[in-house]
């Protein structure tokens, strides 16, 4: 989800999902912990994610329940929440005191760098040694991102986040805009100020009660993650504030919020608000990573099917992607590493793919026929296989730092939000943002 950015945004990837719950439960389920990890010969795996993974029994690829039936000593439980970041802060405290975690627990792009630095890298178990994956069926820079500095890799890929750009058709057509892929690509080929151009004639003939984009620091992570220099330089050093990437994304993202363009809405907020906004069609277009595809189905619902359709990005990128890592403290270490060797394999990328859109991070998935001709019935039969594989070959992997996560939140929780939902000015808005790393981060 997210590389991050994360949500999954997967960042983290970085996403919205399969069941949601409040921050007292972020990682719920401590089978490291319970008494009740193992009962009657059975062991319970709790599994810990954020976003939209797709491998739950109710809207994902029910690999759960496929795994349980072939490893009938095994049963699987999944606890699922909204909020990367807070998933990401409670699981660093449970990391800290090794107690209350899950058996397998799924980190974001965003923060992997700090999950293999050196406060972090011994909690985690070596996956290249234990649970039997094979390591040489990912691609070998989201094996790069993983592997800590004595070598040891910590996660296993699962998705990537290749972009595209979501669009309600219905919306498009009555504001007098074309509806075919195509010819939407078009409207902004190349340029993310030419994505503006084309918001600010949407907005023109706005059906009432819509606006062109969903929110502003959506904007602002997708154009981030369309450019090769992020928040840290090639050598993984945090600098944000030198960054084009940051600049370009921060410049862009202020004149959307400023010029009306957005609805003002925090993507993955626990109200649930923007995910209504789905069901009731008051955007128009949704910067979309791979992931987000399932995101929009569950969301919009059955009764929007055939109204979203995909068009290419002005800039191709990556937002998002995450990795299944195993602690050490767990109690079954070894069925927990192995039940995220599987969970990863090429043929489970495959079928998540297939339910979910999530773009795998296996090469023989990635260039499979499975997927290169597949589509999404959801988006009119939009051929997605196609749209993000040919997105995903263009990524050129960013230089990441252990803090990314971290600031893109400041950047776009306590910056864009802030100048779009408050109207405070982006110039103090960015010296807040400059606080608040000064303050929370120690470089």
Same mark, same amino acid.
């Given at each position: 989800?997210? =590389?991050?950015?994360?949500?999954?945004?997967?960042? *983290?990837?970085?996403?919205?999902?399969?069941?949601?719950?409040?921050? =007292?439960?972020?990682? *719920?389920?401590?089978?490291?912990?319970?008494?009740?990890?193992?009962?009657?010969?059975?062991?319970?795996?709790?599994?810990?994610?954020?976003?939209?993974?797709?491998?739950?029994?109710?809207?994902?690829?029910?690999?759960?329940?496929?795994?349980? &039936? +072939?490893?009938?000593?095994?049963?699987?439980?999944?606890?699922?929440?909204?909020?990367?970041?807070?998933?990401?802060?409670?699981?660093?405290?449970?990391?800290?005191?090794?107690?209350?975690?899950?058996?397998?627990?799924?980190?974001?792009?965003?923060?992997?760098?700090?999950?293999?630095?050196?406060?972090?890298?011994?909690?985690?178990?070596?996956?290249?040694?234990?649970?039997?994956?094979?390591?040489?069926?990912?691609?070998?820079?989201?094996?790069?991102?993983?592997?800590?500095?004595?070598?040891?890799?910590?996660?296993?890929?699962?998705?990537?986040?290749?972009?595209?750009?979501?669009?309600?058709?219905?919306?498009?057509?009555?504001?007098?805009?074309? +509806?075919?892929?195509?010819?939407?690509?078009?409207?902004?080929?190349?340029?993310?100020?030419?994505?503006?151009?084309?918001?600010?004639?949407?907005?023109? &003939?706005?059906?009432?009660?819509?606006?062109?984009?969903?929110?502003?620091?959506?904007?602002?992570?997708?154009?981030?993650?369309?450019? $090769?220099?992020?928040?840290?330089?090639?050598?993984?050093?945090?600098?944000?504030?030198?960054?084009?990437?940051?600049?370009?994304?921060?410049? +862009?993202?202020?004149?959307?919020?400023?010029?009306?363009?957005?609805?003002?809405?925090?993507?993955?907020?626990?109200?649930? =608000?923007?995910?209504?906004?789905?069901?009731?069609?008051?955007?128009?277009?949704?910067?979309?990573?791979?992931?987000?595809?399932?995101?929009? &189905?569950?969301?919009?619902? $059955?009764?929007?099917?055939? &109204?979203?359709?995909?068009?290419? $990005?002005?800039?191709?990128?990556?937002?998002?992607?995450?990795?299944?890592?195993?602690?050490?403290?767990?109690?079954?270490?070894?069925?927990?590493?192995?039940?995220?060797?599987?969970?990863?394999?090429?043929?489970?990328?495959?079928?998540?793919?297939?339910?979910?859109?999530?773009?795998?991070?296996?090469?023989?998935?990635?260039?499979?026929?499975?997927?290169?001709?597949?589509?999404?019935?959801?988006?009119?039969?939009?051929?997605?296989?196609?749209?993000?594989?040919?997105?995903?070959?263009?990524? =050129? $992997?960013?230089?990441?730092?252990?803090?990314?996560?971290?600031?893109?939140?400041?950047?776009?929780?306590?910056?864009?939000?802030?100048?779009?939902?408050?109207? +405070?000015?982006?110039?103090?808005?960015?010296?807040?943002?400059?606080?608040?790393?000064?303050?929370?981060?120690?470089?």
């Amino acid at each position: 989800m997210r =590389t991050s950015s994360s949500r999954r945004g997967r960042r *983290t990837a970085i996403a919205a999902v399969a069941v949601a719950v409040t921050g =007292t439960t972020l990682l *719920t389920g401590c089978g490291s912990d319970g008494d009740d990890a193992k009962s009657g010969g059975t062991i319970t795996l709790r599994v810990g994610t954020f976003g939209s993974f797709g491998y739950d029994d109710k809207t994902g690829a029910k690999l759960y329940a496929e795994y349980e &039936k +072939t490893h009938p000593g095994i049963k699987i439980e999944e606890s699922n929440v909204a909020d990367g970041q807070k998933y990401w802060d409670t699981l660093k405290l449970r990391l800290s005191r090794n107690s209350g975690l899950a058996d397998v627990q799924a980190i974001e792009v965003g923060y992997i760098a700090e999950a293999t630095g050196s406060t972090m890298a011994d909690k985690w178990v070596d996956l290249g040694k234990e649970g039997g994956a094979k390591l040489d069926a990912f691609l070998d820079w989201k094996v790069k991102q993983a592997t800590t500095a004595d070598g040891s890799v910590i996660g296993l890929g699962t998705d990537i986040g290749p972009m595209a750009v979501c669009y309600n058709k219905d919306l498009f057509a009555k504001a007098g805009l074309p +509806t075919d892929r195509e010819a939407v690509g078009k409207l902004w080929e190349g340029d993310w100020s030419k994505f503006l151009e084309a918001g600010k004639t949407y907005q023109k &003939k706005a059906p009432a009660g819509t606006a062109f984009h969903d929110s502003a620091s959506g904007l602002f992570n997708a154009v981030v993650s369309s450019d $090769p220099v992020q928040y840290a330089d090639a050598s993984g050093k945090l600098d944000w504030e030198n960054s084009p990437g940051v600049k370009k994304a921060w410049d +862009t993202a202020v004149a959307a919020a400023r010029g009306g363009l957005t609805a003002k809405l925090r993507q993955f907020d626990e109200k649930g =608000t923007w995910n209504a906004a789905f069901k009731n069609s008051k955007f128009a277009t949704v910067a979309c990573p791979s992931w987000m595809t399932g995101i929009i &189905k569950d969301q919009a619902g $059955p009764a929007n099917q055939g &109204k979203w359709d995909i068009a290419a $990005p002005p800039v191709a990128g990556n937002w998002g992607g995450a990795f299944l890592a195993v602690p050490k403290s767990g109690k079954h270490v070894k069925e927990a590493a192995e039940l995220a060797a599987w969970l990863t394999a090429p043929e489970q990328h495959a079928k998540v793919f297939a339910v979910n859109g999530n773009i795998p991070s296996s090469k023989d998935t990635l260039t499979s026929v499975a997927v290169q001709e597949a589509k999404l019935p959801y988006f009119g039969d939009a051929p997605v296989g196609k749209i993000f594989s040919g997105a995903a070959v263009k990524i =050129t $992997p960013a230089g990441i730092s252990r803090w990314d996560g971290q600031v893109k939140t400041f950047l776009t929780d306590n910056g864009i939000l802030d100048i779009e939902q408050r109207g +405070t000015d982006p110039a103090k808005a960015w010296e807040n943002v400059k606080k608040l790393v000064d303050d929370k981060i120690d470089q």
